[in-house]
């Protein structure tokens, strides 16, 4: 079974400033997808950004971007120009994209509680 | 367009008691899970269907029950709450691929 690992339950950072979120994963597939969610305290789960693991580009949405390294099993999320609105709860997560007792299945890590200091 | 509904919010229960929480889903998606987040833990799937009916178990399944009713629908059935069953219960849904879940706004449980 596939396993994610997100190693810093906290980070902060000052507002306008840029902060790295880091996740690793485990799997013996060659082809799945990853995510970031964005969870702020109204509970509510948002996708910030995705990846294909057969594209070797890595993925951006305006100020998020992650930094995918496929051998290495790491997929870290970059926030630049921090604002007082990304506190939040951010999970990284995996799905499989190959057939078996795994696809479909959305597989999160421990999450990781983001603090921006004005 | 209201996506994934979930009802109740808020619910406090007696150990022993019984309850089912309600999900559905308007964007005519196939798949539909139901996770639970405790503290540290982050989201652990309870159950899944893939499709109308069909469902299979997830991470953490026992003491749990459920039933996807048709393709908008797939509700959660709790037969006995313990108080280990205390947590924030999501329901999501999705097309299968590389398509993100789309979440419900989240059920608290709290089992007394």
């Known amino acids: 079974a596939q396993t994610v690992t997100q190693s810093q339950p906290e980070m902060s950072v000052q507002e306008a400033e840029t902060v790295t979120l880091s996740c690793t994963y485990d799997?013996?597939?060659?082809?799945?997808?990853l995510f970031w969610y964005k969870q702020p305290p109204s509970r509510q789960m948002i996708l910030v950004i995705r990846?294909?693991?057969?594209?070797?580009q890595n993925a951006t949405e305006n100020r998020f971007s992650v930094n995918f390294q496929k051998a290495a099993k790491s997929f870290s999320l970059k926030i630049s120009d921090s604002q007082l609105g990304d506190a939040a709860m951010y999970f990284c997560?995996?799905?499989?994209?190959?057939?078996?007792?795994?696809?479909?299945?959305?597989?999160f890590g421990q999450g990781t509680i983001l603090t921006v200091h004005p | 367009n209201a996506g994934v509904t979930q009802t109740p919010k808020f619910q406090v229960l007696k150990t022993g008691q019984s309850m089912t929480l309600q999900c559905a889903q308007d964007?005519?998606?196939?798949?539909m899970y139901w996770y639970r987040q405790d503290p540290g833990m982050g989201l652990r799937l309870i159950y899944y269907?893939?499709?109308?009916?069909?469902?299979d178990k997830g991470e953490v399944p026992n003491g749990y029950n459920v039933s996807r009713l048709n393709k908008r629908e797939f509700s959660l059935r709790l037969e006995s709450a313990a108080p280990s069953q205390t947590s924030v219960y999501f329901c999501?849904?999705?097309?299968?691929?590389?398509?993100?879940?789309?979440f419900g706004n989240g059920t608290r449980l709290t089992v007394t």
């Open positions: 999501a849904s999705s097309e299968i691929g590389g398509s993100p879940l789309h």
């Open positions: 269907s893939a499709s109308e009916g069909t469902t």
């Open positions: 997560a995996y799905r499989s994209a190959v057939g078996g007792t795994s696809y479909g299945k959305l597989t």
């Open positions: 990846q294909e693991a057969y594209k070797q």
């Open positions: 964007m005519n998606h196939n798949s």
């Open positions: 799997t013996s597939e060659s082809d799945y997808y």
